[in-house]
C-alpha cells in the first residue's frame, strides 16, 4: 500500500500495488506492471517524484508504504 501526496492539488490518495492480475483500478488496486505501478516501484518515503503518462503530467510526494495483504481488501 502506498500513501501519495498529490503534488498538483494536495489531496492524499492510497493504491495498492500487486501482481499483473490482481488491477482493478476503480479500486486503486494497481498491477506493478502497469505504467503507473512501474513508476511507484522502489520509491521512499518523503521522497517526491514526478512523471508523465499519456501525455498528461503527474506530481506525488510518497507519505506512506505498508505491506498489504490481498484478501483484507
Do not use: H
Not at 501519495?4 to 482493478?24: A, C, K, M, Q
Not at 512501474?38 to 510518497?62: C, G, M, P
Amino acid at each position: 500500500t502506498v500513501t501519495l501526496e498529490n503534488r498538483d492539488n494536495r489531496e492524499v490518495e492510497t493504491y495498492y500495488i500487486f501482481g499483473p492480475w490482481e488491477s482493478e483500478p476503480s479500486k486503486r488496486i494497481i498491477s506493478y506492471l502497469s505504467p503507473f505501478g512501474a513508476k511507484l516501484l522502489n520509491r521512499r518515503v518523503d521522497e517526491e517524484f514526478s512523471f508523465t503518462i499519456n501525455e498528461n503530467n503527474y506530481s506525488y510526494r510518497v507519505m506512506q508504504i505498508e505491506k498489504t495483504d490481498f484478501t483484507s481488501l
